[in-house]
């Protein structure tokens, strides 16, 4: 049905949102430093600078710094950005009218129009752009047939009323649709700057055009280190106060201390031993993250992972207590499920996760006896003696450690299975992914809105991000009911859902890990640091003392 991919959130409770200051202006004690200039760190290199393109959470930290779309998230909240206010739909929650600033700029001088979010919602669901977010789109009006090849992108719901004013007409009435337009695919782009750069646009920083806070400097496709100066026509620069933010990619965390306590950087995370030595500092901060690392097997190119037993007893080899405090050290949390702890909540005010753990146990539970049980089983049933898959992780320093776990769990307790272990680049290992090039991956999830379909949707059948292939019609019955029949019934909505959680689980269509908590070092000097739902930093507030 069109309306399979986005479906109707209710009742979210955002627990996983935190402020680092608890204060909502500067103090007025403070004594900002001369220079305002934030060091910190990321994990690896920017992907893409295409909102339309950008699927990993490093070049999304980096839209957000440089672009605005109609809503920003301040912390937990929800505040207007290009737009004048927070949208309330019109036509039982089907049409929204959105009224733009007329003092929003490019970093070029020209104005943001209504038409650049026309020109940036067609492009995203256009096939030509080969968009994996596409599928965010599918509740407006004619989404799903562009995608498919059989309306035009013209045809989108979507329409400038005038030069400052958007219409949007959707199918279905999605209650968290303002939520969602806070993901980059959703943000405005300039079609006459895009025009002209080509196929050059977003991948370097002087192929990129901002409307943000901060304008992307330094970076040239591939490099390990850039810069992000203040934007002087934002909108909203009196409030900025940050004039640069550098970024430097250090995937040893041992490095990273040293990097921080040279001042070399003023915000790092750290994993393992270095973790575990500092967590008594005073710049200590534990950040739980809506994310959750799992392993996903090709159930496509390896027909041995079609049998549910041998996922079952990938899943129970498995010690996560081992991984969590011995390989990671870092508060990261045991994962029974895919959704993480703190998404979203009943009326109740219990947690989906909470509850999905009781049932989840059963299949996430470390049981070597039972995981040698069913593997001799899943074996003899796919007429196979032995089996041998390479595990594929990225080369950073938690990823690699945790595969070095995976394998040695999974040789170790397993008899007649062989698994080799592969390091490459995240990049490499997104292609992968996308290609369908490996046995076993080691990939995570980072919530695009406050709602558990933000993870359960991924593995329908055909979603462009089940890498997988796992499949179950029961499952995607559930999940199309939970979007239409039970859309705006809660408990039923709810019971939908809680449903095809424990189908996904059951069969270990994926096998859930760990939900990631940063452990970071933040310098004491840096105030205002709020954190978003979606797993983002809000840097307009952001500024450093004496």
Same mark, same amino acid.
């Given at each position: 049905?069109?309306?399979?991919?986005?479906?109707?959130?209710?009742?979210?409770?955002?627990?996983?949102?935190?402020?680092?200051?608890?204060?909502?202006?500067?103090?007025?004690?403070?004594?900002?430093?001369?220079?305002?200039?934030?060091?910190?760190?990321?994990?690896?290199?920017?992907?893409?600078?295409?909102?339309?393109?950008?699927?990993?959470?490093?070049?999304?930290?980096?839209?957000?710094?440089?672009?605005?779309?109609?809503?920003?998230? %301040?912390? #937990?909240?929800?505040?207007?950005?290009?737009?004048?206010?927070?949208?309330?739909?019109?036509?039982?929650?089907?049409?929204?009218?959105?009224?733009?600033? #007329?003092?929003?700029?490019?970093?070029?001088?020209?104005?943001?129009?209504?038409?650049?979010?026309?020109?940036?919602?067609?492009?995203?669901?256009?096939?030509?752009?080969?968009?994996?977010?596409?599928?965010?789109?599918?509740?407006?009006?004619?989404?799903?047939?562009?995608?498919?090849?059989?309306?035009?992108?013209?045809?989108?719901?979507?329409?400038?009323?005038? #030069?400052?004013?958007?219409?949007?007409?959707?199918?279905?009435?999605?209650?968290?649709?303002?939520?969602?337009?806070?993901?980059?695919?959703?943000?405005?782009? %300039?079609?006459?700057?895009?025009?002209?750069?080509?196929?050059?646009?977003?991948?370097?920083?002087?192929?990129?055009?901002s409307n943000g806070p901060f304008i992307l400097k330094n970076w040239t496709g591939n490099n390990k280190k850039w810069s992000e100066t203040k934007n002087k026509h934002y909108w909203n620069a009196k409030k900025v106060k940050l004039d640069q933010i550098t970024v430097q990619v250090v995937k040893n965390p041992n490095i990273a201390l040293n990097l921080y306590q040279k001042d070399k950087l003023d915000d790092i995370v750290l994993t393992g031993q270095s973790a575990q030595r500092t967590k008594n500092d005073d710049a200590f901060i534990r950040r739980e993250r809506s994310r959750v690392f799992y392993a996903e097997m090709n159930q496509v190119k390896d027909t041995a992972f079609q049998n549910q037993k041998i996922r079952q007893a990938l899943s129970l080899a498995i010690n996560r207590k081992e991984i969590t405090s011995r390989i990671l050290g870092d508060g990261s949390l045991v994962?029974?499920?895919?959704?993480?702890?703190?998404?979203?909540?009943?009326?109740?005010?219990?947690?989906?996760?909470?509850?999905?753990?009781?049932?989840?146990?059963?299949?996430?539970?470390?049981?070597?006896?039972?995981?040698?049980?069913?593997?001799?089983?899943?074996?003899?049933?796919?007429?196979?003696? %032995?089996?041998?898959?390479?595990?594929?992780?990225?080369?950073?320093?938690?990823?690699?450690a945790v595969g070095a776990y995976l394998k040695q769990a999974w040789t170790t307790n397993l008899p007649n299975l062989t698994v080799n272990l592969e390091t490459v680049p995240l990049k490499e290992r997104l292609s992968r992914s996308e290609t369908g090039d490996f046995d076993i991956v080691l990939s995570s999830w980072n919530a695009d809105y406050p709602d558990v379909v933000s993870f359960l949707d991924l593995f329908t059948t055909g979603n462009s991000y089940n890498d997988g292939g796992w499949s179950n019609d029961e499952y995607d019955r559930l999940l199309t009911t939970s979007a239409t029949t039970d859309a705006l019934n809660k408990t039923a909505r709810w019971q939908d859902l809680m449903n095809a959680q424990q189908i996904l689980t059951q069969q270990q269509g994926i096998i859930p890990l760990y939900q990631s908590v940063e452990a970071h070092l933040l310098n004491q000097n840096v105030k205002q640091l709020p954190y978003s739902p979606a797993n983002t930093y809000n840097f307009v507030p952001t500024y450093i003392v004496e």
């Open positions: 049905m069109a309306f399979k991919k986005i479906l109707t959130a209710i009742g979210v409770i955002f627990s996983t949102a935190l402020l680092l200051s608890a204060c909502s202006q500067q103090n007025a004690n403070d004594t900002l430093a001369k220079k305002q200039i934030f060091n910190r760190m990321e994990s690896d290199t920017i992907q893409t600078m295409d909102p339309s393109k950008s699927t990993d959470s490093i070049s999304r930290q980096v839209l957000i710094d440089t672009m605005d779309g109609f809503y920003r998230y %301040n912390g #937990k909240q929800l505040q207007p950005a290009i737009a004048t206010k927070i949208a309330k739909p019109t036509n039982g929650g089907k049409t929204y009218t959105i009224t733009l600033r #007329k003092n929003a700029k490019w970093a070029n001088g020209r104005p943001v129009t209504a038409q650049n979010f026309v020109y940036s919602w067609r492009r995203a669901v256009n096939p030509a752009t080969n968009a994996s977010y596409a599928y965010l789109f599918n509740a407006v009006v004619n989404a799903p047939e562009i995608m498919a090849g059989t309306k035009e992108p013209e045809t989108l719901g979507i329409k400038a009323l005038t #030069k400052h004013t958007v219409q949007i007409k959707l199918t279905e009435a999605v209650p968290y649709f303002n939520s969602l337009m806070t993901n980059p695919a959703f943000f405005p782009q %300039n079609q006459q700057y895009i025009q002209k750069v080509g196929a050059k646009y977003g991948t370097e920083a002087k192929y990129t055009l994962a029974h499920s895919v959704i993480p702890q703190g998404l979203m909540s009943n009326t109740k005010n219990q947690d989906f996760a909470k509850i999905a753990a009781d049932t989840a146990k059963t299949y996430t539970t470390y049981s070597k006896s039972r995981a040698q049980r069913l593997f001799a089983e899943g074996l003899s049933e796919a007429n196979l003696q %032995n089996l041998e898959v390479t595990l594929v992780t990225d080369n950073s320093t938690s990823a690699a």
